[in-house]
Structures are given as structure tokens and as C-alpha cells.
């Protein structure tokens, strides 16, 4: 049915001309000149960028393909192949060691027994360390005494330095010397004239006695010539007495001058503080040595009884009664101070010996079953390294498997059968053994940035690329596994990622075939 209310008039074009037929100038001016213009410009520069990059210098590279290797790809959790071994401590077995020399008295574990951090498990004779505990607890005490004695004495310093009063009673008798003497220099001339006059009266004496000489008896003029020399002699020593007098007094002047200048000064006093403050010194020195040497007795003392450094099981016992050890001596020997081993019964490893042939196969990480007959039943483990002992007999690698959650039942040196597993792989298809081509590159083209594996590639316009891969395994060639991020058709840049940046165009020098194939 038709609307009749549609009108069809609205969809007609006005095709009406311009007044006069005339098209806008506006227009046409656009139309025949900017566009064309601009078209023009656009394209002239395109070239010029274009040529200009021919010219610029190109970094030129060596290349080499992706690695392919076509190989089975096991389901997860496959037997990959299986290997013998033995379990072992992991990592290894703790040592508990005596840390002093001396001879092993007792005991207290027996092998496989459970023992606790810090717990005694042996001591060893222990007289002589506690005599020089003794020893060193005297010396101690003789050092403190001396300290004291050396401390009175600084003390007894510091205050005749500070008071010297013994100097200015030394200057005190000093002067009073000094003044003794002048009193007696001031005397003398007085004493003098009495001798003088002494003489005199003597002389006269024994002039007058002679005279008479048959009057008197001859003991008093004997008695009267005596009093005569004895008054000349009293004058004879007084004049001698005055000059030594007064060196006397010169001399007490100058002991009075030397004391006082000494009791201003106190050159004795500040050195007795400062000798006495250096031996108070060395004193606190000796005695805080002794201190340490008693430390170091009682550790040795202490140390008589070797503990237990770990919570775990005695593996086996080392040293028995009467064995002499080394302890920390220079000249000890690598075990002469070991009384035991212990280990973890929680960490526990196996090393296995894996043919040489299969080592390609060891990816760290993997899934491990181990089988031993003190268990009924399969452990659970994973691939922890492969390491460098090689054994040319058996032809074979050790490779260390970590054990999960071990029993109990199970303890080092057990021999054990280690089946290893194929790893989880999700590109993986359900079927139990495919084949696929693994991509490899050599170690020496990987670099890391921020935790992430990355290689230069030259992508189809010749530019060179930083990509980002996701690593797997290696192989003892120098190979590894390349999980995700590189295409089979890729080619990796070996040369020059020194000064390489991303996007920057290269050319291809040469292309190595052999790198990372040779053996």
C-alpha cells in the first residue's frame, strides 16, 4: 500500500544555477590551487624524508636463525627416565664443633637421636679452664686494688696542686732562716767591739801580772794567760763569722726567691697530676684487660660443653671419650673439631646418578617420584640442580632432587630409585607423546632487563627489535629453551647490540649457520 501522505518533492535537488551562471570565486580559487598545492608539498617531502635516509649510515649486522630441534614432547607428569641414588642432608650435614681445644670427657647422644637447639650433647674435661677462670677472677681483683691505689694518689696530687701548702711551709722555714741569720749579721759589730774590749782587758790582766810576777803564784798567771788567748780567739771567730754569715744570708735569699717562685708556678705539682692521671690510666687499662681475660676464661669454660646448633637428628657421632680436639687453633685441622653431625629430618635431598644421556632431559624445577624400601609408598620431589661431579666409570652426572614433606622413616645415606617426570607444559596437546619442534638460541645472545629475557631480532623492514621471550631450560651446549616470544623465521642479531636501538634499520652483513651448533 501506498502512503499517501509521503512527499516525494522533499528528495528533489535544487540544481537552480547562480545569478548570472557564475560559480563563487571563493570556491574555484581552493579547488585549482590550495589542494593541489598541499598535495604537492606532502608528496616533496615524503621524497626528501626518503632520500635523506639513504644517505644516513646503517649499522650492519650478523645474524643467525632460531634453533629448531625436533624432539618428543612428554605429557605431564610422564616418566622421563630414571635414575639411582642416595639421600643425603640438605644442603648439607651441620657440624657440632667444640670452639675450644681440650679432650672429650663424655657423651649424652648416640646416633639418630632427636635433639633440640642450644641442647648439650658432649663436654669436654674442664680443670684447667676452670683454674684460669680462677686465675683471671684474681687478676681481676689485684687490678681493681691497684686502680684504687693509683686513684688515691692522683687524688693526693690534684689537691697539693690545688693547696700546695707544704711549699709555703718550706717558704715559711726559709725565711725564718733567713731572718735568724740577718739578726746575727746585725749583731756581729756589738759582739766585736764586747771581744775587743775583752782583749783588751786580758792583755792588761796579764800585763799587770807579769810584773808582779815573783808576787803572785804561777797557776794564776798561768790561768790569766789563758783568759788573754781565749778573748783573742773570741775575737778571732767573730771576724771570720761575718763574711760566712753573709753568704748565709745570700744563700737563704735565694731558696726564699726560688720557694716563692715555685709556689706561684707549681711545675712539680702539675707534673706529679699529670703523671699520676696517665698512670690512673693505664691502670684502668690493665684492669679492664684482666676483665677481658677473665670473659675469655669463662667462655672457654663455658664452651667445655658443645650444644646442639639445630633442632634435628644426630647423623653420626664423630669424636668419643678421650678423642683430643682443636677447637678455633690456628693449626686445627678441617674436622679435628667436630663431635658430631646432625641434620634437618625436614630437608632432605637426593643425589642421583643421572646418565649422561639424559642430562639434556633435567629441567630444574621438574617433578621427581623417589622410591626407597623404608617407605611404602612413593615420595614426592623436585629437580633442584644439576652440579659439576661427573663420574668417568659409571658415566654418569650427579643431579640434586629435593624431597617434599619427608617421613620420618626415611634418613641419609638410604638408597633410593628417582623417577623423573616431564614438567607441566600448557601448549602441551592430551596425548601421552608428541612430536614438536623446540625453538633454542644460544646463551651468549640473551640479555636480561629488569627480571625479563630479552634478544635482538631483525624484523621483514630490516629493523632491529628488542623482544621479550619466555625462557625454559638450557643444555649443557650452551643452548636454551625458548618458550614463547620468537618465531621460527626469526632472525637473531649477533653482532653490534652494543650501540643497538629498537626500530633503528640495519643491514645484514652475513649470516652465521654455526653459532650455537658447535660443540
Known amino acids: 500500500m501506498t502512503d499517501s501522505s509521503l512527499d516525494l518533492r522533499q528528495l528533489a535537488v535544487d540544481r537552480t544555477p547562480a545569478p548570472n551562471g557564475v560559480i563563487p570565486h571563493r570556491r574555484r580559487w581552493i579547488s585549482r590551487f590550495v589542494i593541489p598545492g598541499v598535495i604537492l608539498t606532502g608528496f616533496m617531502s615524503l621524497l626528501a624524508v626518503a632520500a635523506g635516509m639513504q644517505f644516513l649510515p646503517v649499522p650492519q649486522v650478523t645474524v643467525v636463525p632460531v634453533i629448531t630441534i625436533r624432539g618428543d614432547v612428554q605429557q605431564a607428569g610422564t616418566v622421563l627416565f630414571q635414575a639411582p641414588g642416595w639421600i643425603e642432608p640438605r644442603p648439607t650435614s651441620i657440624r657440632a664443633a667444640a670452639l675450644t681445644s681440650g679432650v672429650v670427657e663424655e657423651l649424652l647422644v648416640v646416633d639418630g637421636q632427636e635433639v633440640q637447639k642450644g641442647e648439650t650433647v658432649a663436654r669436654l674435661i674442664a680443670a684447667d679452664a676452670m683454674l684460669n677462670v680462677e686465675h683471671a677472677r684474681a687478676t ?12 688515691a694518689d692522683q687524688v693526693a696530687a690534684k689537691s697539693r696542686l690545688e693547696n700546695p701548702v707544704h711549699l709555703q711551709a718550706e717558704l715559711g722555714d726559709a725565711e725564718n732562716s733567713l731572718a735568724r ?16 774590749a775583752g ?3 786580758a792583755q792588761q790582766n796579764l800585763t799587770s801580772k807579769q810584773a808582779a810576777e815573783g808576787a803572785i803564784p804561777v797557776i794564776l798567771l798561768k790561768q790569766v794567760e789563758r783568759d788573754h788567748k781565749s778573748a783573742e780567739a773570741d775575737l778571732e771567730e767573730l771576724q771570720i763569722r761575718e763574711p760566712n754569715l753573709q753568704r748565709e744570708a745570700d744563700a737563704l735569699r735565694t731558696r726564699v726567691a726560688a720557694l716563692r717562685q715555685q709556689g706561684s708556678l707549681l711545675i712539680e705539682e702539675h707534673r706529679r697530676v699529670t703523671e699520676t692521671n696517665a698512670i690512673v690510666e693505664s691502670a684502668k687499662a690493665q684492669l679492664q684487660e684482666a676483665r677481658v681475660k677473665l670473659q675469655q676464661a669463662e667462655l672457654a669454660l663455658e664452651r667445655t660443653e658443645i ?3 639445630i633442632t634435628g637428628r644426630v647423623l653420626r657421632i664423630v669424636a668419643a671419650p678421650g678423642n683430643r680436639v682443636m677447637g ?13 653431625e646432625m641434620y634437618d629430618p625436614q630437608r632432605l635431598q637426593v643425589r642421583a646418578d643421572v646418565r649422561l644421556e639424559d642430562v639434556a632431559r633435567v629441567i630444574p624445577g621438574a617433578p621427581v617420584e623417589v622410591e626407597t624400601a623404608a617407605f611404602k609408598g612413593v615420595l614426592q620431589g623436585r629437580v633442584l640442580l644439576p652440579t659439576s661431579v661427573a663420574s668417568v666409570q659409571k658415566n654418569t652426572l650427579e643431579v640434586k632432587v629435593e624431597i617434599l614433606n619427608p617421613p620420618q622413616t626415611v634418613s641419609p ?11 607441566e607444559d600448557p601448549k602441551a596437546d592430551s596425548s601421552a607423546i608428541t612430536q614438536a619442534d623446540q625453538m633454542f638460541v644460544p646463551d651468549s645472545l640473551l640479555s636480561e632487563t629488569d627480571g625479563q629475557s630479552h634478544v635482538w631480532i631483525v624484523d621483514g623492514r630490516q629493523q632491529a627489535r628488542h623482544v621479550a621471550i619466555q625462557r625454559g631450560h638450557s643444555t649443557p651446549d650452551g643452548l636454551t629453551h625458548v618458550i614463547s616470544g620468537l618465531q621460527v623465521t626469526d632472525k637473531l642479531i649477533a653482532s653490534g647490540t652494543e650501540q643497538m636501538a629498537d626500530g633503528i634499520n640495519v643491514k645484514i652483513r652475513s649470516e652465521d649457520q654455526t653459532l650455537g651448533l658447535r660443540r
Do not use: C
Request: charged residues 25%; glycine residues 2%; negative net charge.
Open 140 to 151: 681481676v681483683a689485684f687490678r681493681e686494688a691497684e686502680l684504687q691505689r693509683v686513684t
Open 181 to 196: 741569720t740577718v739578726t746575727e749579721i746585725e749583731k756581729l759589730p756589738f759582739l766585736l767591739r764586747n771581744a775587743k
Open 199 to 201: 782583749v783588751e782587758f
Open 307 to 309: 650444644k646442639a646448633p
Open 328 to 340: 678455633l687453633e690456628e693449626l686445627a685441622g678441617q674436622s679435628s673439631s667436630t663431635i658430631l
Open 413 to 423: 645415606e638410604m638408597l633410593v630409585k628417582v623417577s623423573f617426570l616431564a614438567p
